[in-house]
């Protein structure tokens, strides 16, 4: 990787303009809720192995307590963000839709936290420990992806990452979450950089701000001013500028596909609350236990955003933010161009939830579908540089080749295809299930082939026995 | 399974739509033509009302008709219909007989458009595939510019024979021609309107225009004369087309390497056309001839995805 050259922006793209509706809820200081009632906890609220219960029906918990271990090396730590009682261990559902094993935790009200080991100074802590701090406080990436954060931090070769993004472009519309971190944490951020910037000694570090955020950006420059190894860069506002492989493009003039790792790319990437947690985590030794998330929409009668435990139910925070003005049509876990609508408002916050969307209107579902006129807005708004119409008709009949061919599986499944397209089509839909089958379909052809080898080998090995 | 369930809708991601619609695109393109309509009718006199109200009329009407004997959904409110037939009025000369306007909608909406599956599926410009096939059904009325007390030959058809023409009137528009093409300011101002909009970009009429003007230097015989060019520009509907016709969504290529390869084949075929004929209809059927070659064109403009690898470095990095 030669190029070093940052662009400030990548091809494609849309511009949502005056659909970004960050003002609903931009200058709402974070506030902090306090739960109310149950608070649930999912084994799986990460990519990779889901964590293990390590309690049992009836144990008495306390805030900052391990209540699930990482089920394998993929995987993260799960721990209580209140003190009670450990209500029951069972199937419920969870922002995505699926039910999945939890651990419920009947809240107590008193708040009562473990002790934590005495902070230190970055200076007395070495590499390793920064990566077992971090592995230890079950911190998994919390943009949305939720992998794991100490597997990232440990590339196969640390000398050859030359930058650490902080990945604070926020380039969903309505998320405002992490704005309100840099505004009133700005230090946490930066102090989580260091921690990350410390396991690499080759790396510079890059915060990476979209400039429709003008005041994050000049008091973040303020503020690293005097950090030598820490640049600020504005970067130019599109969607989806904040996705890995488009802030990679956008900070190094490297690009990666689907088969790499950013660290192929000598980058780390990191979002702006994953980096506040990597700082608890690794001078305080406090483990992931909060996130902010925006409550908006236009059905909610007082737009916020929140510091909550993770655990919490949905409903409170809605009840936080002043109720529902009039029933929404859809609500959404995350930002409108990449959440999940969900069906079912009992759900916790989990390590990944950013936000939650009460819209009036569901405007996907009213969307009528025509005739695709070809007019190429989907290939235009592809940060992929894919053809989305045709991906999609391929999608329809299930044409494993041609979809392949027309590079199918390097979808992010950002949505901006289904947003421009003038006919409507649900593109994004289409082509994000038809990736699903393909990758399993690829998966199920190397298994078979596996198979067949290890028949062979085990036939020659028999007949040489014979 | 929870069986509480509440009427919140659940859809897949995005949740929210850009507002531009089929209809509305449909729309802003026959705004863009305007100017070039109001100007042929003020130009050619009333009769090209005429024209254009029967032409646009029974091409809605054939399409509702043949949606409606098929049982499929009507879909002449997409507007589609009626910016055929506009197009297609605006290819007539202007004392067209109005029954061959109602042959020309028939045959761009039955015949081209809807035959194939209707809005999106054809692979030419009805519009377009319809006055080809009137020029040759019907030769003599489709070549007659004759208007009013005027009547000779086209501009393009005098360069070709070597008399001067006014280029300054080509580009006013005081011309003979069909009754679209003959303003190519009226012609560039809606265009100028299509871009701005962002529904038409350069890519095609730019490769286009270049691509003509490079090749009439050399095989135009008078060398780079820009009198001579300007007027080849301006005459023969060349900007009608590269505009408006040659930019049809549905039969130019979706990326932007296949527009700029169907572009420079446009400049190279209406080019051709040119030095061997100096028919006003060299334009349409270079984009007619160009529109067929677009699924060739899109399998020779290879793809490649961000962060896209060669095959053959095995994983290298660019
Ligand atoms: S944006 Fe929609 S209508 Fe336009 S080419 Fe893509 S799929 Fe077709
Ligand atoms: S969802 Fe996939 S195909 Fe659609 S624009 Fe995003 S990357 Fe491209």
């Known amino acids: 990787m030669s190029q070093n050259t940052p662009k400030f922006t990548f091809d494609g793209g849309i511009h949502p303009g005056n659909r970004n509706n960050k003002d609903i809820s931009k200058d709402k200081p974070i506030k902090t809720v306090l739960p109310k009632g149950d608070l649930v906890y999912p084994v799986s609220q990460h990519i990779g192995a889901p964590a293990k219960p390590v309690v049992a029906v009836g144990d008495k918990v306390k805030t900052g307590q391990l209540i699930a271990e990482a089920g394998g090396f993929v995987s ?69 992806a939720g992998f794991p954060t100490h597997v990232k931090l440990s590339p196969k070769d640390p000398s050859k990452i030359d930058y650490v993004i902080a990945n604070c472009a926020e380039c969903e519309p ?16 930066i102090g989580g950089i260091k921690c990350v910037l410390k396991l690499f000694d080759n790396a510079k570090g890059i915060i ?9 950006i000049e008091l973040l420059t303020k503020l690293t001013k005097d950090e030598p190894r820490v640049d600020v860069y504005a970067l130019k506002t599109k969607y989806p500028q904040g996705s890995e492989r488009h802030i990679i493009y956008a900070c190094t003039g490297r690009a990666i596909n689907s088969k790499m790792l950013p660290a192929d790319a000598g980058c780390i990437v990191d979002n702006c609350d994953t ?60 930002g409108p161009m990449m959440g999940f609508s969900l069906f079912d408002l009992d759900v916790p916050v989990t390590k990944t939830s950013s ?25 235009e708004g592809c940060p992929e540089k894919l053809i989305p119409s045709q991906l999609a008709t391929y999608a329809e009949h299930e ?43 690829d998966r199920a052809i190397a298994a078979a082939e596996k198979a067949k080898a290890e028949a062979a080998e085990a036939e020659k090995k028999g007949g040489e026995a014979k | ?110 015949l081209v458009k809807q035959l194939f599956g209707g809005l999106g599926q054809n ?22 510019f004759a208007y009013d007390t005027y009547s000779g030959a086209t501009p393009l058809a005098q360069l070709k024979a070597g008399e001067l023409v006014n280029t300054f009137h080509m580009v006013v528009g005081n011309e003979m021609g069909t009754i679209g093409e003959v303003s190519v300011l009226a012609i560039v101002i809606g265009a100028c309107y299509l871009i701005l909009l962002g529904i038409i970009d350069l890519t095609i009429p730019g490769t286009y225009i270049v691509t003509f003007v490079i090749f009439w230097c050399i095989f135009g015989g008078k060398g780079i004369d820009p009198y001579y060019i300007t007027g080849q520009l301006a005459g023969g509907g060349l900007m009608l087309g590269a505009f408006f016709m040659a930019t049809d969504y549905v039969s130019s290529p979706i990326t932007f390497k296949g527009r700029v390869i169907f572009g420079i084949l446009l400049g190279i075929l209406t080019g051709v056309f040119r030095v061997f004929a100096s028919g006003a209809e060299g334009v349409s059927y270079a984009i007619i001839i160009s529109n067929l070659f677009v699924p060739l064109i899109e399998r020779w403009a290879p793809l490649k995805c961000f962060g896209y690898v060669k095959p053959e470095k095995g994983g290298d990095k660019k």
């Open chain 1, 76 to 144: 993260a730590n799960i721990y209580a963000t209140v003190s009670g009682t450990v209500k029951a261990i069972e199937k419920h559902r969870v922002p995505v839709g699926d039910m999945v094993l939890s651990i419920i935790v009947e809240n107590d009200g008193l708040y009562e936290e473990v002790e934590y080991p005495p902070a230190k100074s970055l200076d007395e802590i070495s590499k390793e420990e920064i990566i077992a701090a971090v592995k230890n406080a079950g911190i998994v990436g919390m943009g949305g």
């Open chain 1, 275 to 334: 980096l506040v947690a990597i700082n608890e985590a690794v001078r305080n030794n406090i483990p992931l236990m909060y996130r902010i998330v925006t409550v908006t929409g236009d059905a909610i009668a007082d737009p916020r955003n929140f510091k909550v435990r993770c655990g919490t139910n949905y409903r409170e925070l809605i009840d936080e933010a002043g109720g529902f003005i009039t029933e929404p049509e859809c609500v959404i876990s995350g």
């Open chain 2, 123 to 144: 692979f030419m410009n009805p519009a377009l595939g319809a006055r080809c096939f009137l020029v040759i059904s019907f030769a003599s009325y489709m070549t007659n």
């Open chain 1, 174 to 189: 309505y998320l405002t979450s992490d704005y309100r971190r840099m505004m009133e944490n700005p230090e946490l951020l």
């Open chain 1, 355 to 379: 936000a939650l969307l009460c819209m009036k209107e569901d405007e996907a579902a009213h969307a009528v579908e025509t005739p695709c006129i070809n007019c190429g807005r989907c290939v």
């Open chain 1, 208 to 216: 990476a701000i979209e400039d429709n955020k003008p005041d994050a």
């Open chain 1, 399 to 441: 044409d494993y080749d041609a979809f392949n061919n027309l590079f199918g599986k390097e979808c992010i499944e950002c949505g901006s295809c289904s947003y421009v397209c003038p006919a409507k089509r649900p593109l994004a839909q289409a082509i994000k299930s038809m990736k699903k089958l393909s990758i399993g379909r």
């Open chain 2, 1 to 110: 399974m929870n069986e509480e369930m509440n009427l919140m809708s659940v859809t897949s991601n995005p949740h929210i739509r850009d507002n531009w619609t089929t209809q509305k695109i449909m729309m802003h393109v026959i705004i863009a033509l305007m100017p070039a309509t109001l100007f042929g009718v003020w130009h050619f006199g009333a009769y090209t009302i005429a024209v254009i109200l029967v032409t646009v009329i029974s091409a809605i009407f054939f399409e509702f008709m043949y949606e409606k004997l098929l049982k499929l959904p009507i879909t002449i409110g997409d507007c589609s219909a009626a910016l055929t037939g506009l197009l297609l009025a605006l290819n007539m000369p202007p004392r067209i007989p109005l029954w061959i306007c109602v042959i020309g909608a028939f045959v761009a909406i039955v």
